[in-house]
Structure formats: structure tokens, C-alpha cells
């Protein structure tokens, strides 16, 4: 009977827990996030002393590409720079032949000519026209996902914008970075872009309904139950805006509970039961045998 009441007693208390690991999962979701605001911030700062340089150096071929072997050849996060000068007159850039750039690869990451996002001539000219400094929306080149900064080299006292730079970032070792800092184990972390696509991990198998997506839009932070294969899957989430709405773009954070730790719990609540159980019968019979035989 106290078996049978006990047990009853953990299934009863499983919707306790399972609030529980949606509400510290969702921190873990804040600090992801915040991790991958704070790479961001650090790669738009190194890009803005590097195009300080090259507007020092009036884009020395030479002087840059040893600044940039020697900062950033290397680099973890940063894949590559690409360099565009601008033209004396760019409106009159027709053709995707007249614009001209210099890259610098990573040694890091193998690289194409299309491996960045500018290089068209009507995407020159709209980043020209706004002089606006943004990250662009995430792309796919070999198989790997990749954000890039796209700034405005400007002398602002000049009222002029000489140029365009461009630097192509590693999603992957970014995220890698931030969710290797709160989760080494235990769970899996998801970066979805807004359109509910499972970016990272790319080889998971993970996947979003509609519902899911609708349900994580209307809230942008908090935790929700659901059921794949008749399998019970508890995911937190927290959205990209929600820490930093200027800079980084609308994408989420998602954290998968392992059902397998949610059943831990409950064999490790049902153990200890049966542990207090068995000492409770063994401390009985010690008693009824001192007042058997007293």
C-alpha cells in the first residue's frame, strides 16, 4: 500500500517537475543567448578598429592584408573579410562586373567567390544608399551556416563613404561557443531562425510544427510540452530580440529537455521511497522483536 500511494504521489508531482525543467531551461535559453549578443557586439568592435585602419592606410593592399593575417587569419569566429572600394560614381554600377573587391580568407574556412553576401551590384548600391551598418540574414555555403556584418567604411567629419566591408562570421563556432559555456550536458540547444528552420544542430533532426512555431512567436520567452512519436519532449525558448533588440536578428533559442533526465528524476524520487520504505520495515521489525521478546 505505501508503495502503491508513493508512486502515485510521484506521477501526481510530474507536472511540478516538469514546470521546474522548463523554468531553469528557459534561463539557460536567456544565457545562450545573451553569450551569442555578447560574440556579435565583439566581432561588430574588431571590425570597426579594422575599417579605422583601412581608412588610416587609404586601402593599402599590402599593410591591410598583414593587419588582417595578423588579427584575424586564424580566428575562431571571423571566416573572412571581404572589401569593396567604392567607385567614383556608384549609380553607375549596371553590371555585377564593374564592382570590384578584395577577400581575405581564413585559413580556418575553405572559401568560393559567392561565399559572401555582397558582391551584386543592386546590393552595393542599397548598402550605399541607406549607409546603414547591419547583420545580415544567415546563409548556407558548403553545407554550413554563416551571418555577416555589413558596415559602411565612413569619414564622417567628411560626409564621405569611401567603401563597404564586409566580414563573414561562423554561426556554428559561434554557437558552439555560447551553448558549450551553460550546457555541457544533459539536453540539446537549437538555433531556429524566424521562420522556425532548425539551423544548428545541422545533424540532429530536429524540426518544428506550425504550431510549435506560432506558439514560440506569441510568447518570444517561456517553455511548452509536446508529443513526437508518442515521446513526451519539454522545449524552452527564448528569443534573439528579447536581449538585444538592435543588434541581433530574430531568431531563437531552444532548449530540448532529454527525456531520459526527466525520468532520472522520477526513478530517483520512486528509489529514495523504496530506500525510506525499507528502512521504516527494518526499524518496525527491530521494534516488534524488543517488545516481542521484552
Known amino acids: 500500500v505505501l508503495y502503491y500511494t508513493s508512486t502515485r504521489a510521484i506521477e501526481s508531482e510530474r507536472e511540478f517537475f516538469h514546470s521546474l525543467f522548463l523554468k531553469s531551461n528557459r534561463d539557460v535559453g536567456i544565457l545562450v543567448a545573451r553569450q551569442i549578443s555578447a560574440e556579435l557586439r565583439q566581432v561588430r568592435k574588431r ?20 593587419y588582417f593575417r595578423y588579427n584575424f587569419e586564424s580566428d575562431e569566429v571571423i571566416a573572412g573579410v571581404r572589401l569593396h572600394k567604392k567607385p567614383k560614381d556608384f549609380r553607375k554600377l549596371i ?23 555582397l558582391g551584386k551590384s543592386l546590393s552595393l548600391q542599397k548598402v550605399y544608399r541607406n549607409k546603414k551598418d547591419y547583420f ?17 567604411l565612413s569619414e564622417r567629419r567628411k560626409k564621405i563613404f569611401p567603401g563597404i566591408l564586409e566580414a563573414k562570421v561562423s554561426l556554428e563556432t559561434l554557437f558552439d561557443f555560447a551553448s558549450g559555456v551553460v550546457r555541457s550536458k544533459g539536453g540539446h540547444i537549437l538555433l531556429v531562425d524566424k521562420q522556425g528552420r532548425v539551423m544548428l544542430p545541422r545533424n540532429g533532426g530536429w524540426s518544428l510544427t506550425s504550431k510549435d512555431l506560432f506558439r514560440i512567436k506569441r510568447a518570444k520567452q517561456g517553455g511548452f510540452e509536446r ?3 508518442g515521446e513526451r519532449e519539454l522545449l524552452s525558448f527564448c528569443s534573439l530580440k528579447l536581449v538585444d533588440r538592435i543588434t541581433l536578428p530574430d531568431w531563437y533559442v531552444i532548449v530540448v529537455e532529454d527525456p531520459k533526465e526527466l525520468q532520472k528524476v522520477t526513478n530517483r524520487l520512486r528509489w529514495n521511497m523504496l530506500t525510506i520504505m525499507a528502512v521504516g520495515v527494518l526499524a518496525l521489525m527491530v521494534l516488534a522483536r524488543l517488545i516481542i521478546f521484552r
Open 47 to 66: 571590425m570597426e578598429g579594422f575599417s579605422r585602419y583601412i581608412l588610416k592606410e587609404d586601402f593599402n593592399q599590402k599593410k591591410v592584408r598583414e
Open 95 to 117: 553590371n555585377d562586373s564593374e564592382s570590384k573587391f578584395i577577400d581575405y580568407h581564413n585559413l580556418r574556412f575553405p572559401m568560393t567567390r559567392d561565399s559572401f553576401t
Open 136 to 152: 545580415s540574414e544567415p546563409f548556407s555555403s558548403r553545407d554550413k551556416f554563416y551571418i555577416s556584418w555589413i558596415q559602411t
Open 227 to 229: 508529443f513526437v512519436g
